[in-house]
T-cell receptor
């Protein structure tokens, strides 16, 4: 099994729909992150969580919400999807020091039509 | 505002050649500079990282060169191979905080056999 598993891998949804992207990890890490990847823009942080009771906004949190259900689970929700949220979404984890790098999932490709 | 500027956007190199990707930053508080490698359909994976107390770090065919005064760092891939074809991202963070990795916009490397 992958260290960081994201579901679904691909999703097409309609404008205005609520959608949840899920992430689970087996690394035992406390820290989890949601990033968005767009061509020419790199990866941008949406939300991050340092433990179950800690949720923080990243640089592009508007239109998104998250839930940290357990140490191993971190989900991202789009309350009312819009076409400019079409992107590749990545979940990542890191240990408390962060200096050993982030472990990323394989991504969810989301298309909002 | 892009915290880390990366160039070139794309790069084509002959097998056996040297691939060079450059990054620049402004925030002098950054003290951790990783490079990530991403293959199609996969999440980014940590390739190599450097801290500003050294000017160079080498791991196999991959070398990071770091110029603290110029606030620039670069990735050199020696003896480039077709299997190195991927997208490469530089990043920077304040290691102790490690709550956000600021990524460059990515370089798509193609190594021609």
């Amino acid at each position: 099994d992958a260290d960081v598993t994201q579901t679904p891998r691909n999703r097409i949804t309609k404008t205005g729909k609520r959608i949840m992207l899920e992430c689970s990890q087996t690394k035992g890490h406390d820290r989890m992150y949601w990033y968005r990847q767009d061509p020419g823009l790199g990866l941008r942080l949406i939300y991050y969580s340092f433990d179950v009771k800690d949720i923080n906004k990243g640089e592009i949190s508007d239109g998104y919400s998250v839930s940290r259900q357990a140490q191993a689970k971190f989900s991202l929700s789009l309350e009312s999807a819009i076409p400019n949220q079409t992107a590749l979404y990545f979940c990542a984890t890191s240990d408390s020091g962060g200096g050993n790098g982030y472990t990323f999932g394989s991504g969810t490709r989301l298309t909002v039509v | 505002q892009q915290q880390v500027k990366q160039s070139p956007q794309s790069l084509i190199v002959q097998k056996g050649g040297i691939s060079i990707i450059n990054c620049a930053y402004e925030n002098t508080a950054f003290d951790y500079f990783p490079w990530y490698q991403q293959f199609p359909g996969k999440g980014p994976a940590l390739l190599i990282a450097i801290r500003p107390d050294v000017s160079e770090k080498k791991e196999g065919r991959f070398t990071i060169s770091f110029n603290k005064s110029a606030k620039q760092f670069s990735l050199h891939i020696m003896d480039s191979q077709p299997g190195d074809s991927a997208t490469y991202f530089c990043a920077a963070s304040i290691a102790l905080q490690a709550n956000n990795l600021f990524f460059g916009t990515g370089t798509r490397l193609t190594v021609i056999p």
